[in-house]
């Protein structure tokens, strides 16, 4: 899944239009699971639909999440 | 009939509903039931447990329409639901709602509902919406796999019920294998050990699908892990096997079940879909929509709006509605009363039905219009999907509070009727947040209470009366917004729960959806709220007519000597006195009682009102009775509600008492505050 040499980065840190592949997720275990039953996890790939202020708007699938910024930090990722 | 075998000595067959949050699983659930219910893009609105009654080819159904949920971990309250009602209540058959344009996110629920050796059927549910999408499932294949009957149905028309039912009938008698993940060696070996054990406990096998229970043991389920922690041997060998497990992987062993859940529907769904759109395509006009909704600048002044035209429409529309509601009950008091004198009934009858039952009735109905209005805008929000817009934009200033942006509906909701505001907590998942909610819900300044403002207001602040009031409201936020932070700091140190939320796609509403759900809510406060009201209107009535021959709500009614008796703890405010005091105790009735309340026990409406009560207050003692009404005790309408909503008298009489107190805090502080500054 891992191309070799990516730059593994936050979710936070990426611009409204770029898509990336869960490469992590860091944090306890209430927002793991959280995000596990969301289907974030990881070679999931997620598109930043917006990212701003305030929580991110993700894609997965067919889905579309707001997302808490303190969240979207521990959420690592890939640019693809 | 053949089917008769199975349901032989039964009553009648136990269906469940499961399925994601936005699945169309309340849709699919009034269509087979016929049941009045709330269909809603928020996540989790079905929070209480529902039931309808069918019957199909002369076979009665129990349907049982289950919490939507994403997964049936221990997570949230209602997986907690789903999943016991599951494991312990043993439905006959569980009808998976399935959405079709979201196959692969919706299939994790259906891996743990097959884990569980639930009798499945899967509802292949909003077909026409993934067909318009270019998403086409084949439903034979994905039948073929998971060894599972699959239908394929719109249940927003109709479409794909009957044959769903059909094979909910022949399901009944299913007794093969279904589809079963292969964990992959390390796994299943795990698993196959707890599974040997847990077989050999008798309790646990009767009551548990071994295998399930094998799995959630080493996903560490919280639940799960607190109800057997006494069986020590089991829970050794548990701990033994997680460790074992994380060396090898590396990592905690929940995660490795989840990833391998993930990859195995991934597989099932490339197997399924013939041609998947890719993300960029998905949803385009939506997240065109949400481009200007959501944006920075746009976002906030679209939501005020959005707002100041949920509140037109609710009271602009409403009170003239009110008002010929209270005018009707006014008529028929007076001319059942005229009628009464006619037969020659005795003077306390004819009290006991006009200023008792009719008023009483009168001052329920007052609130129909409003709120059945405001209702059917908020469903018109959320049915669109712009309800989870609002709690996006909103989330800034609520995460301030410690709480985050679904909590801020409730309290907007509030500013029109507590009693909705409250009821829409509901929608909250984290337990704390939503109490810290319920409990600084009062604080937002309801409709009912402005007359009382007016009326002071205009006595006193005739040239400034909209600043004043505007700043009694202004007030009533940074009280909701400082006694949100104390709650959340003292009572509850828990952790607000992460922040995530499903944007469902925005949808054109249904006026039947906007009806049903209208009607459903509304029924519900006028049911529930409506008869706690009457109940204490017939018991102010008695309060204020007894003992027998005083005048009514004078000072030597009961009412008038419990004023008396509380007008000395009132004096330190400013308005220490029988008649305030009895107003504000008919204010729990209803707020806007208060003002009504001053006009009987001064005898005088109107013009005369305003000229009794500047003789009787002073501006400092006004702004502090204002101040007062706002904040003390929510009237028994809210009251009901918090009963109902937290199912607790412990925090009903918690928001009784903090209310009280820090209302009467208040009003000392502004009395005698301005009274330092000579203002008095």
Partial sequence: MLKKGGIVLPLSMLPPGKKAVVVDIIGGEGIRRRLIDMGIVRGVEILVVKNDVGPLIVGVGEMRFALGFGMAQKILVEEL | ?680
Avoid at chain 2, 138 to 153: A, F, H
Avoid at chain 2, 319 to 340: C, K, Q, R, Y
Avoid at chain 2, 577 to 590: K, R
């Fill in chain 2, 1 to 680: 009939m053949e089917k008769m075998g199975v349901l032989e000595g039964r009553k009648e067959l136990v269906v469940a509903l499961a399925g994601n949050p936005n699945s169309g699983k309340t849709s699919l659930f009034n269509e087979l039931t016929g049941s009045r219910q709330h269909v809603g893009n928020w996540p989790g609105v079905t929070v209480e447990k529902k039931e309808g009654r069918l019957k199909f080819e002369g076979i009665d159904f129990k349907v049982v329409d289950l919490p939507g949920t994403y997964s049936l971990g221990a997570y949230t309250e209602d997986e907690v639901i789903a999943r016991n009602f599951i494991i312990y209540d043993k439905p006959d058959v569980v009808i998976n709602v399935v959405d079709a344009t979201n196959l692969e996110r919706n299939l994790y629920l259906t891996m743990q509902l097959l884990e569980m050796n639930a009798n499945l059927v899967i509802a292949l549910n909003m077909s026409d919406e993934a067909k318009a999408k270019g998403i086409e499932i084949d439903k034979d294949k994905l039948s073929q796999i998971l060894k599972v009957p699959v239908v394929m149905t719109v249940a927003t028309k109709g479409e794909g019920v009957k044959e769903l039912l059909e094979n909910v009938l022949k399901a009944v008698e299913f007794k093969g294998e279904r589809y079963r993940i292969d964990y992959g060696k390390e796994l299943e070996e795990g698993i196959s050990e707890l599974e040997s054990l847990i077989k050999e406990d008798e309790e646990l096998s009767k009551k548990f699908f071994p295998r399930w229970l094998a799995i959630k043991f080493i996903e560490n389920d919280e639940n799960i892990m607190k109800e057997f922690s006494s069986k020590t041997a089991l829970m050794e060998k548990v701990k033994l096997i997680q460790k074992k497990l994380e060396g090898i992987f590396g990592e905690d062993a929940e995660v490795v079940v989840a990833d391998k859940r993930y990859g195995v529907i991934s597989g099932i769904v490339k197997e399924c879909v013939k041609k998947r759109s890719t993300p960029e395509e998905r949803y385009t006009l939506s997240d065109r929509i949400d481009r200007i909704v959501t944006n920075k600048y746009l976002g906030i002044p679209i939501f005020l709006v959005a707002m100041w035209a949920v509140f037109e429409f609710t009271f602009a529309l409403g009170n003239p509605l009110s008002d010929w509601i209270e005018m009707f009950f006014d008529w028929l008091g007076e001319v059942t009363a005229s009628w009464l004198l006619s037969i020659a009934a005795p003077d306390i009858l004819i009290s006991f039905i006009r200023d008792g039952i009719i008023a009483g009735v009168g001052s329920v109905l007052v609130f129909i219009p409003p709120i059945f209005l405001l209702f059917f805008a908020i469903s018109v929000l959320e049915d669109s999907g712009y309800m989870a817009r609002a709690a996006y934009v909103m989330d800034r200033f609520m995460t301030a509070l410690g709480l985050h942006g679904k909590s801020f509906i409730p309290m907007l909701i509030g500013f029109g009727c507590n009693v909705p505001g409250i009821m829409a907590t509901r929608t909250l998942e984290n337990k704390e947040d939503r109490l810290v909610t319920i409990l600084v819900n009062p604080l937002m300044s309801c409709a009912a209470r402005l007359p009382v403002y007016v009326l002071f207001a205009g006595a006193f602040f005739a040239e400034n009366q909209g600043l004043v009031v505007f700043s009694i409201y202004l007030l009533g936020i940074v009280l909701a917004v400082i006694m949100a932070k104390i709650f959340k700091k003292f009572l509850f140190k828990g952790k607000t729960a992460p922040f995530v939320m499903e944007l469902p796609p925005y949808r054109v509403p249904t006026l039947k959806g906007l009806l049903i759900h209208m009607w459903e809510r509304g029924s519900l406060f006028v049911r529930k709220a409506g008869t706690i009201i009457l109940g204490v209107v017939v018991l102010v009535w008695i309060l204020s007519s007894l003992p027998a021959g005083v005048e009514y709500a004078s000072a030597e009614s009961y009412i008038g000597r419990l004023g008396s008796a509380v007008a000395p703890i009132l004096k330190p405010a400013g308005f220490g006195t029988w008649e305030a005091a009895s107003a504000l105790i008919f204010g729990i009735l209803a707020k806007e009682t208060v003002v009504g309340t001053l006009g009987v026990v001064y005898g005088a409406e109107g013009d005369a009102l305003f000229e009794a009560i500047r003789q009787h207050f002073t501006p400092l003692s006004a702004y502090a009775f204002m101040v007062m009404t706002l904040i003390y005790i929510p009237c028994v309408a809210t009251i009901a509600a918090i009963r109902r909503e937290t199912n607790s008298w412990k925090w009903t009489f918690f928001a009784i008492g903090y209310t009280l107190v820090l209302g009467w805090l208040m009003a000392v502080l502004v009395y005698q505050g301005g009274r330092i500054l000579g203002l008095g």
